[in-house]
């Protein structure tokens, strides 16, 4: 006797064969996976709408860009997972929590709701999807509330044990940047900063892009603000820098000031940080990490006990 699932799976092969061939020049989406009862398709992959912490929104192709077909999907159909735990456990977030932070990601962008959409039409990100995002996002969070269970405990002796073994992590680097800011005073700041942007990708020098479009004293001297302390700058414009090397520069950057775009000449380490400046951070990453544990391991157990079927 042939079982449900290899019946399922024979009658979904069928149709994602079907869906190989073209209408009018289309290809209609095709099934990439069987999760438990749920199917998969490559549209619902491609919609797939991270949303981090900090209110940073990007599409799925952003996000993935440099991962195969299969590690876009193996995220996907971790998502699929949560949500079917959800249901389980009866689990849901409602339309006020979801709209809740929708506004918070738009006042802290210092933008109206209009210009939130069409910044996420200019992403190419889909409204309806970017809210499901939140939704999943929040959903995942409850359930691993309730699924992963008690509180992480960390003593001030493992606190300070991480500190004595990672001596590097401590030490406080310095930036030496330069900036061309343009000031959310402005009616047009946010026009002014793409055309700044835009200027930097015809590889104009940034010298001379920020003589001329900066608001801050330092775009006479071509936008050089010298070298910055890691622990002095806000969270936006430090997450930014991360993401650079030395001779490039960002995207513009939102910030409650206004929009920043920032270049990354050199990194240079400092002294080392004391103990109790860094010792809530030290907390907070090693939470982070026992969580993130945790997290792995629950999502192993569903994994394992779960049909799950990759079709590409």
């Not at 991270?50 to 860009?65: C, I, L, M, N, P």
């Not at 990708?201 to 050089?224: H, I, L, M, N, T």
């Not at 400046?277 to 394992?304: M, P």
Request: one cysteine or more; glycine letters at 4%; hydrophobic letters at 40%.
């Amino acid at each position: 006797m042939i079982r449900t699932r290899n019946i399922l799976s024979l009658i979904l092969s069928a149709f994602t064969l079907l869906c190989a061939f073209t209408v009018r020049g289309e290809v209609i989406d095709k099934i990439v996976a069987i999760v438990n009862d749920d199917i998969v398709t490559m549209g619902e992959v491609q919609k797939f709408v991270q949303v981090e912490k900090q209110g940073v929104f990007t599409s799925a192709d952003e996000y993935f860009r440099d991962m195969d077909m299969k590690d876009k999907l193996d995220g996907f159909i971790e998502n699929k997972l949560v949500q079917q735990q959800a249901k389980k456990m009866k689990l849901d977030v409602s339309d006020k929590e979801v709209e809740s932070v929708v506004d918070s990601i738009r006042k802290q962008n210092l933008i109206t709701e209009k210009e939130f959409r069409e910044r996420l039409e200019k992403e190419n990100i889909d409204y309806k999807s970017f809210v499901e995002g939140i939704r999943n996002n929040l959903l995942r969070s409850r359930v691993l509330g309730r699924a992963v269970g008690t509180t992480v405990v960390v003593s001030d002796a493992s606190v300070k044990e991480y500190y004595d073994k990672n001596p590097d992590q401590f030490r406080s680097e310095e930036f030496h940047l330069q900036q061309i800011f343009i000031s959310s005073r402005r009616e047009d700041a946010s026009t002014r900063a793409q055309a700044a942007f835009n200027e930097l990708q015809q590889e104009q020098p940034f010298e001379a892009v920020a003589r001329k479009y900066s608001d801050d004293p330092s775009g006479v001297r071509g936008g050089d603000i010298g070298f910055v302390k890691k622990e002095e700058l806000i969270p936006q414009l430090l997450q930014a820098i991360t993401l650079l090397m030395p001779g490039t520069s960002s995207h513009p950057i939102v910030t409650p000031y206004g929009y920043h775009i920032i270049k990354l000449l050199e990194v240079r380490q400092g002294e080392a940080v004391p103990f109790d400046v860094v010792k809530d951070a030290i907390k907070a990453r090693i939470i982070a990490q026992e969580t993130q544990k945790r997290y792995r391991e629950y999502i192993g157990k569903i994994r394992a006990s779960s049909y799950i079927e990759v079709k590409i």
